[in-house]
């Protein structure tokens, strides 16, 4: 099958009409090279919302406290309540498939008042009281020192992990900020750390304008008691947060009395959904890529079938002559159907590689030109190349098998007698 | 050789059914050489056509070296051909776009035999027929009874138990019809089997034996004194 002859013979026939051949590849070249381009677009496309998530815990949800909104248990409506940092224990306990809970208090905020001293120098800065599990849901660089730690949380240890810009607002420039103290409220902190947050689309300013001190000292040293502001829970990665959240909700419910058909009690943010959503939205655009590469790609390979029609056509009694001289029905066909084959191939490999190109003719003026808004790293990985290759084979197939089957249909004696 | 027994042909055209063969018995030795004679219409190239296992027969039977032909499927057929046949057209039909030796080396090709072998052979019977020196010419490079020659040459590639030749030298001239015929005699002089189809009384005289056609049926089948063609030429 894959002789030597055979593929001169392919070739010497390919290459006898080089201009018709050429014009034939070329509706397969395109449509795999839309293909190709459109799925690398979308792929860029992607890339740039993922990387606007950065890194961030997709599979997250953030749950705070409203007013109750039915009275209940004797218990009256529009009242007010708090998570306990037993919610804590007993979310992590009784729902199955949570990663991370992360139980956060909050002071004071960017438009707030100036909270935080340190000597000569203040600032508004929200500062939150953490574990330290949240760093693995919103990821940040530590660009010096550490970030918080349990040995923190376990001795309430008053340190505080700071912005960088927090650091430019409270110390000089080439100050050295590590081991030094800032007042937060009149309460004395020592800074062990700094971030510098990665992702914050559009809020980039504000985002390393926080300090972050470890939960049981925040609680301590603000008076805040076993009140939890809210907290950050991520599920484990093949369970939505989604699916469980109900549960989690109907725990906090019981433990605070609230109605269990109040929906308006908690507030949250399911950030699942959300990224579901542009998920499910980049699913679309691969269909859409793909319907309309492979319909561009269908009408070359319909070019590509009328050719071979065409080449049969003409070669009608060189395939009596062979039939003649003992070529078996099935090596015609064969030679036919390879021939379809190899063109189809040929041309779409080389679609892949011009689309290739002009993707790394992008990716070059990208990199030269700064990033630019959702668009980032425009590519095709392997994958799609190898999907790309498999529909070009049943494509050559398809559009060789009509040909083929008309090459053999004739009789040999009807063959020899055409001109 | 060839074995035939009451053998009847018929083509429908639309209602009609057209009786070409109408029951012939007809057998050929081993080392014969047999010019079949008829105007156009007696039903000679049908049954050169049956004989080549290009047409099926409709009714008697058809023995090849001791091998009954029928009910033969495309690829059984093409085989058989492959196996058994060379086939010499009116109009050569070499393939154009292959190189004399290619065009003599495509029997073998079918027979799956190697490519330096199939090379060898080629060449070898391209010398037989004295066109060693034009082996890498395509077919639009050489005369008309070049073209034959290496026709005749691609048929005796695979070696084939008889010859078929359709009117072999109705697209020649008389001088080149000679060189065709001196070739088509040296051939069976060495012992191979050969039919001609022909309607021209002169190239019929240089075989050994006539079966005159009309209508369907043997008319005539007489051994006759062979004329040489060697000294036309």
């Known amino acids: ?419 | 050789m060839i074995e035939i027994k009451n053998l009847h042909k018929s083509y429908k055209m639309g209602k009609n059914s057209l009786h070409v063969l109408k029951g012939i018995d007809f057998s050929v030795e081993e080392g014969e050489l047999v010019a079949i004679m008829g105007s156009s219409g007696s039903g000679k190239s049908t049954l050169l056509n049956i004989l080549g296992m290009l047409d099926e027969l409709d009714e008697g039977t058809y023995t090849l070296d001791g091998v009954p032909i029928k009910n033969l499927n495309e690829t059984k057929a093409a085989n058989y051909r492959n196996k058994f046949l060379g086939f010499i057209f009116q109009s050569f039909n070499l393939i154009n776009y292959k190189s004399a030796a290619e065009n003599v080396a495509l029997p073998l090709y079918y027979q799956r035999v190697s490519r330096k072998e199939r090379q060898e052979k080629a060449l070898k019977y391209l010398e037989q027929v004295g066109l060693k020196q034009w082996a890498t010419h395509l077919p639009s490079e050489l005369s008309g009874g070049q073209k034959q020659r290496v026709a005749i040459a691609r048929a005796m590639a695979a070696e084939p138990k008889v010859l078929l030749a359709d009117e072999p030298t109705g697209a020649l001239d008389s001088t080149t019809s000679y060189e065709v015929m001196d070739l088509i005699q040296k051939i069976n002089d060495q012992g191979n089997t050969i039919l001609v189809v022909t309607h021209e009384e002169d190239i019929a005289h240089m075989c050994k034996r006539i079966v005159h056609l009309k209508d369907g049926v043997i008319v005539e089948d007489k051994k006759v004194e062979q004329v040489r063609a060697a000294q036309y030429v």
């Open chain 1, 1 to 419: 099958m894959f002789s030597k002859d055979r593929w001169d013979e392919i070739l010497q026939v390919l290459t006898t009409n080089w201009f018709r051949t050429l014009l034939t590849a070329f509706g397969v070249f395109w449509g795999i090279f839309i293909l190709i381009i459109l799925l690398a677009a979308g792929k860029g496309l992607e890339n740039g919302i993922r990387a606007d998530f950065g890194g961030l815990a997709t599979n997250t949800l953030f749950m705070w406290t409203r007013t109750a909104s039915k009275a209940y248990k004797g218990l009256p409506k529009d009242r007010e309540f708090s998570y306990k940092i037993d919610d804590v224990a007993d979310i992590k306990e009784n729902v199955k498939g949570i990663q991370y809970v992360s139980p956060q208090n909050q002071l004071g905020s960017f438009r707030g008042t100036n909270n935080v001293v340190r000597g000569l120098k203040t600032g508004a800065f929200t500062v939150y009281g953490n574990y330290p599990e949240i760093i693995k849901q919103e990821p940040m660089n530590i660009t010096s020192g550490r970030f918080i730690n349990y040995g923190d949380i376990n001795e309430k240890r008053k340190v505080a992990v700071i912005g960088v810009n927090v650091k430019s607002s409270l110390f000089d420039l080439e100050e050295e900020c590590l081991g030094d103290y800032i007042k937060i409220n009149d309460v004395n902190f020592m800074v062990v750390g700094t971030y510098k947050k990665t992702n914050a689309d559009g809020d980039n300013e504000n985002a390393q304008k926080e300090i972050y001190i470890p939960f049981t000292a925040f609680s301590q040293a603000f008076n805040r008691g076993d009140n939890v502001n809210r907290m950050i829970i991520t599920a484990v990665d093949d369970v939505p947060i989604t699916n469980i959240k109900e549960q989690i909700f109907n725990i906090v419910k019981t433990n605070h009395r609230i109605h269990p058909e109040d929906t308006r009690a908690i507030g949250f943010f399911d950030l699942n959904e959300q990224f579901q959503r542009v998920v499910s939205l980049f699913g679309a655009l691969r269909l859409i890529a793909y319907f309309v590469g492979i319909c561009v790609l269908l009408s070359g390979i319909i070019g590509v079938s009328n050719i071979m029609l065409i080449v049969v056509k003409e070669r009608t009694k060189e395939i009596g002559i062979r039939r003649a001289l003992g070529e078996s029905p099935w090596s015609i066909k064969q030679q036919i159907l390879m021939e379809s084959i190899f063109l189809t191939i040929i041309s779409g490999m080389s679609g892949i590689a011009f689309g290739a190109l002009v993707i790394y003719g992008i990716n070059y003026v990208l990199d030269m030109s700064g990033p630019v808004m959702m668009f980032v790293n425009p590519s095709v990985n392997l994958g799609v190349v190898t999907v790309a290759l498999i529909i070009l084979i049943v494509s050559g197939l398809f559009a060789g098998f009509i040909p083929a089957n008309s090459a053999i249909k004739i009789r040999p004696i009807e063959a020899l007698r055409t001109e």
